[in-house]
């Protein structure tokens, strides 16, 4: 129940965010609309289809599609407002992050998975709607570049586990994860941590 | 019988659009025929493997993979002389969206999907194709910022859910919602009609 | 078995040759085992997604993701001594192609599908991978363009599809489509061999 509220929270905060990037690309209404329902479902779409888990959340649930449509067309509308929130968004963006890792992490445990898929179940759910936006933005993705947005899900997904391997009560095995990624994530942002990058220059090929 | 016809007429006119595309980006040979089959099928498979139906359209008729990569290479072949006909194929790939949006609603409502979904399977096998050749050749999809693309398919499939939800014989239900779909995508071309776009910019982030 | 170590060598490959490309944009640590990850195991993911072939093979074998992630990791540590190391990775690199193509194959013949489909599920076992990972890069999928991939991953599979229709002992049917098709592709490399392109330019649309 908590973990639907958080769900639907994070959607709409992804789905708010996308339209903002859409509207740096100069997108029409419905390319905003369109860019939004997949940042915020794809990545779920993406575990689903991959593990072959069906039907897809949006099928069972397509007031989800109208949630995530409604919530970029009232951002888009809204827009100049939207500056001041920055730091709301922010919250909000790590929250749906760490929120969606645990989620494909339990769909992926309930499939009992071998526990590296469910750890990667996490982190597609968690970033791949991301990916498949900087994709269709014509971006080298983000998640791939910087801000630690994998690392944060791969620890948050790994803290989960062990939580569920130790038979910690559902309740905190969520939210103390999910607490600890988030903290992780923020701090990161504030102090700029990076992941050490891989920089390799020749002609070869 | 009439929609197959229709059909095969579809994913030959996108294959030769593909291929002028492909063309445009001196893709080889082989490469202009994958970028046909996969704009000309791709819709379809999207969302096939979105709703978990399978088995995909080119897996039960792979003779459409041959239609599709030989109307490529006549395309490549006859290039010079397709400056001409720029008229006809933009009126054949206009038929395509009406036509491909029809039948993806057909197999959403036969599948017993939700309303939603219906609509946003039209809109995926009308407008899916466009957007993975686009991504390929490294450019943010058309679908996304302008023609109108997305709008026409969802009046179509809109049209033929309502003309489908008051029993309307099957051949209307099918042709007037493709006429009147066609008709918009021809006058918003010759009109230059567009969405209004949600232009925004920001250093944040 | 032969089989099966020259599939776990060409993912190693694989692997390793993502890793330069990753490095080549400035990617995190992370973000170069995604790219590794999803090179090595994606033509495989796409292929098995298509035809509905679950579960996947990083599912059941979750351990090739780990010795893909840690090919990555060690040919980022190592990627000074990689220079005098090219030969063998072009070579590795083709090996994989054709072992790939010709896994896709056998897949698509267990399945029962038709002629067209084994030999496309050859091809996209071997090649989709790499154009995933240019996607990701931001690049023109270099299949498109050049190399011959896409044709010695046919040659490939039609040599492996004609042996198979004659009863040729499958050890045989297997290693000599596989010989020829690497022995085509280094030639192909070794003397700049290329498809014929299509050159098209217009204004028009």
């Not at 994998?150 to 999910?178: D, F, K, Q």
Request: glycine share 8%.
């Amino acid at each position: 129940m908590l973990l639907l509220i958080l769900y639907l929270i994070a959607i709409t905060a992804e789905a708010m965010t996308a339209a903002l990037a859409a509207g740096r690309r100069d997108m029409d209404w419905i390319g905003v609309c369109i860019i939004a329902c997949i940042t915020a479902l794809g990545g779920g779409s993406v575990r689903d289809v991959l593990l072959g888990h069906y039907p897809l959340t949006w099928v069972k649930h397509p007031e989800y599609l109208w949630m995530t449509a409604g919530a970029a067309i009232i951002t888009a509308i809204a827009a100049p407002m939207m500056r001041r929130l920055q730091s709301l968004f922010l919250l909000l963006d790590a929250l749906g992050l760490v929120v969606f890792t645990v989620i494909g992490c339990q769909i992926a445990l309930e499939m009992q998975l071998p526990i590296t898929v469910v750890l990667l179940s996490g982190m597609m759910t968690g970033c791949a709607g991301g990916v498949l936006r900087d994709v269709l933005c014509n971006d080298i993705p983000l998640l791939l570049r910087k801000e630690l947005y994998a690392s944060v899900s791969m620890l948050t997904g790994a803290l989960y586990l062990l939580a569920a391997h130790y038979a910690v009560p559902e309740l905190w095995a969520m939210l103390v994860p999910m607490g600890i990624g988030l903290l992780f994530r923020l701090l990161a942002l504030r102090f700029n941590w990076q992941m050490p990058r891989f920089v390799y220059r020749d002609d070869w090929r």
